[in-house]
């Protein structure tokens, strides 16, 4: 390793041992997650002196651009940072749909004066992000979209109803898909708008899931204003943004099979499925049931293997832009967390039946739960269906049916 | 910092120039030939040479020893090659087994002695461990009767690899009147021609080339204790023998922890060459979907055969993102046993499952003609059952894995 490089990670080192407060190297209880905003709320107060310290050097967002706020830096220092931060098991100073999605396509398709806007905001946790994409009418043929965007004057204005808007009921700003020209084929007529939440004529509505929580809206425009300059990119070429950062969606989505520490050295840490198989259903050495221990250690050597193949990937595109195989990792990410959690339920047996009330630890409560919510993780950002058929038609390169049926007409 | 999981240049031109010579010198057709000819061999010597002159055979060796050092990876892509066209050749036995067995557990003058010629292609091994219907390293019943300053083998093998081309075998054998103790294990180097060794060959369904070999009696000198030469000092008579000089050189780890990292070295070498073979299964299947027409369109237009080929892609990325870290895993002088174990039982236990997956998968989806014995896909379905069982299918590993894992 160059001298340069060791220099950088002996003074981060130094760095994060004087500014990373020590409750934020404990594992996060999902109360403290840092979703920062205008009404952001701190639930323990050293997250809001962490993501503070954090957001100052840019390292919230450490490969984004200094102009823009962020770390400014290359792909080696930023490996080297997530490796420290990772040493002293620190927590995340900031969760936010403008780092993993936002962002990346702003960088990308923005012009200088939106990333000047946008992109410090969202490195100081200022302003929370919601995506407006799925549709009632339009969920897997997201393309069919129909909340309208109408030009006057200087502005839009701007009609109808999204769907499975995570967090909408708690966002500052939403990046939005719009039809900006109802007579060009559906892909051609999307634009991508920028917009404020307070805006007039904004309403959303929380949506109970089977989980019991209710991370999604309903979310209704009802003539709402938006000014002409906050469309990214070029009118009517919305689908290419949105095609862009539904990839860096699912970059994100498949760290779900990350989940547990399954990956190599996760050993008997706490929280494996297998260590809390081993709580309920294991005698001093091993497993009492010899069907569910080799079905965990399948879904063991699978998670292994998944997290080789994120890092192998990530090692591939040398911290380059997503492409297609996101969609594969989207996809196994997901049916690997559906089966973390369906083993995680077999193993605690009836424990993990409970829904509320005495009788349950709280661990064990969240267990029916968490499982309920993965049932979601398959659906969103893209069903499996979906990834399915973006690996078959643009990494094998298999035939298209509608077009070639099309061509037949 | 973990190990790279890309190739280096060094590394890709080495899988390129494995690529082609497969192709050209040694392609599947060979593999049909040598079956449909019954080949007493069951592989080409003329091949096996050009193999030599290559270098594949000192690919893992050390430079001391005549090899050249291109580590584990490197040999790992050429058996993923190899893979590709199912070369039979004795890389497998005599290389990954034998080789290996040498290196952990020879002594210096066996290694010496021996590594070289391997190198040079002069010498064929087989390793005879198995003694049932299916892999049990943890039971061997094979006796070593302490005799004359030697030892007399008992017993019987099957499944030995190579065992019937083989100059020298490499036979596991537990040490007689010892107890069931991992330290108890010995690897015997015997002649093919010793008195008392019979060995028959058995004609498998992917054509690999097998063998029983019944021990009767069979005399083997002090000297041919892989590593007890070095321990020449020692008193070797009667039942003298300390457990612990029948491991070598090496009396940090017992003989059963050297077998197992020979073992654990041939099964990650093993998945390398099932994933290639896996590749060219799929690369196939994907071709025939794009080419094959029903109903007016190519039958890879249709969802139903789209989901289940990106499914074979995930779990095809999956294996060979393991294999990759495996090989890394043994280049890496960090590496303890422990982490190796648990690689090469990953590894052995996904691939032979996606081998399987692909393999039934090419046949169903090229329909009738796959099942015909003109067409080659029925190949990879054959090897695919066969490679599973060597060295421990899925189930024996997963097991394995999850006592590695303390569950």
């Known amino acids: 390793m160059s001298g340069e490089l060791e220099r950088f990670r002996q003074e981060t080192r130094g760095w994060l041992e004087e500014n990373c407060p020590a409750s934020m190297r404990t594992p996060m209880p999902p109360e403290e997650v840092v979703w920062g905003g205008r009404n952001a709320e701190y639930a323990n107060p050293d997250s809001k002196l962490w993501l503070e310290r954090m957001a100052a050097k840019g390292w919230t967002c450490p490969q984004w651009p200094a102009e823009y706020g962020g770390g400014g830096l290359s792909s080696a220092q930023a490996e080297i940072l997530a490796e420290e931060l990772s040493r002293i098991h620190a927590r995340p100073a900031l969760t936010s749909f403008g780092i993993s999605m936002l962002g990346p396509v702003l960088l990308e398709f923005g012009t200088h004066e939106q990333r000047l806007e946008h992109l410090p905001q969202i ?287 | 910092m973990a190990d790279s999981l890309l190739l280096n240049e060094e590394q890709q031109l080495l899988r390129e120039s494995a690529r082609g010579f497969c192709r050209e010198q040694a392609p599947l057709s060979l593999h049909r030939r040598l079956r449909d000819s019954r080949d007493a061999d069951g592989f080409d010597r003329d091949l096996w040479r050009r193999m030599v002159e290559l270098g594949w055979t000192g690919m893992a060796v050390p430079e001391a020893y005549g090899g050249y050092g291109f580590g584990h990876t490197g040999l790992g892509l050429v058996l993923e090659e190899t893979g590709r066209t199912l070369v039979d050749s004795p890389l497998i036995a005599t290389v990954l087994l034998g080789a290996n067995a040498i290196l952990e557990s020879g002594s210096e003058a066996q290694k010496a002695e021996l590594l070289p010629r391997i190198v040079a292609g002069e010498l064929l091994l087989a390793f005879a461990l198995d003694e049932r219907f299916a892999h049990d390293p943890g039971r061997i019943e094979t006796v070593a009767v302490p005799q004359n300053g030697g030892f007399a083998l008992n017993g019987g093998k099957t499944f030995v690899l190579d065992g019937h081309v083989a100059d020298r075998i490499i036979v596991v054998a537990r040490v007689d009147g010892g107890s069931e103790s991992p330290a108890n294990i010995g690897l015997f180097l015997v002649d093919a021609a010793a008195p008392g060794l019979e060995v028959t060959r058995t004609i498998m369904v992917d054509g690999r080339n097998c063998a029983n070999i019944a021990l009767n009696d069979v005399a083997v000198s002090a000297e041919n204790l892989l590593g007890g030469a070095e321990s020449a000092s020692l008193p070797l008579r009667g039942s003298q023998i300390r457990k612990a000089d029948l491991v070598g050189a090496d009396s940090t780890r017992t003989a059963k922890e050297k077998l197992d990292r020979v073992l654990d070295i041939a099964r990650i070498g093993l998945a390398a060459e099932m994933l290639g073979s896996i590749e060219e299964v799929f690369e196939r299947t994907l071709d025939y979907l794009r080419q094959r027409e029903q109903f007016g369109v190519p039958i890879g237009a249709f969802q139903a055969l789209q989901h289940r080929a990106a499914e074979m892609y995930n779990e095809i990325e999956l294996g060979r993102s393991l294999v990759r870290a495996a090989l890394a895993a043994l280049d890496d002088p960090a590496s303890n046993n422990d982490r190796i174990a648990r690689f090469a039982s990953a590894a052995k236990a996904k691939l032979s499952e996606v081998f399987f997956l692909v393999g039934n998968e090419g046949i169903q989806m090229h329909g009738g003609i796959g099942m015909t014995d003109e067409f080659d896909i029925g190949f990879f379905l054959k090897r695919a059952r066969v490679a599973q069982q060597f060295l421990g299918d899925a189930g024996f590993h997963r097991d394995r894995y999850a006592a590695l894992h303390s569950f």
């Open chain 1, 123 to 409: 490195v100081r946790g200022e302003i929370r992000w919601c995506q407006g994409y799925s549709e009632p009418g339009s969920g897997s043929d997201l393309a069919s979209l129909n909340t309208r965007a109408d030009l006057h004057g200087d502005h839009y204005i701007i009609n109808g109803a999204k769907i499975w808007t995570s967090y909408a009921d708690k966002a500052d700003w939403i990046f939005c898909l719009v039809r900006t020209d109802f007579e060009a084929p559906k892909h051609q007529g999307i634009s991508f708008i920028l917009f404020d939440m307070d805006s007039e004529g904004v309403s959303a509505r929380p949506i109970q899931l089977i989980s019991g929580s209710s991370p999604f809206c309903e979310t209704f425009f009802d003539d709402v204003k938006a000014p002409a300059g906050n469309i990214v990119g070029r009118l009517n070429d919305g689908w290419t943004i949105a095609k862009r950062l539904l990839q860096h969606e699912r970059t994100m989505i498949s760290g779900f099979g990350l989940a547990g520490g399954q990956a190599e050295g996760g050993g008997a840490s706490e929280g494996t499925v297998e260590s809390i198989a081993m709580r309920y259903r294991g005698d001093a050495e091993k497993l009492s049931d010899p069907v569910l221990r080799d079905r965990i250690a399948q879904f063991k050597i699978d998670s292994e293997a998944f997290a080789l193949t994120s890092r192998r990937s990530a090692e591939e595109s040398g911290g380059g832009e997503p492409n297609h195989i996101s969609s594969m990792l989207k996809y196994y990410g997901c049916e690997l967390n559906k089966r973390r959690c369906e083993l995680l339920l077999e193993a605690a047996g009836n424990r993990a039946l409970g829904w509320e009330g005495e009788g349950f630890d709280e661990d064990e409560l969240s267990l029916a739960r968490e499982w309920l919510r993965s049932k979601a993780n398959s659906i969103e950002g893209g069903t499996a269906e979906i990834q399915l058929n973006v690996i078959a038609r643009r990494v094998l390169d298999l035939p298209d049916l509608t077009g070639i049926l099309r061509g037949k007409r």
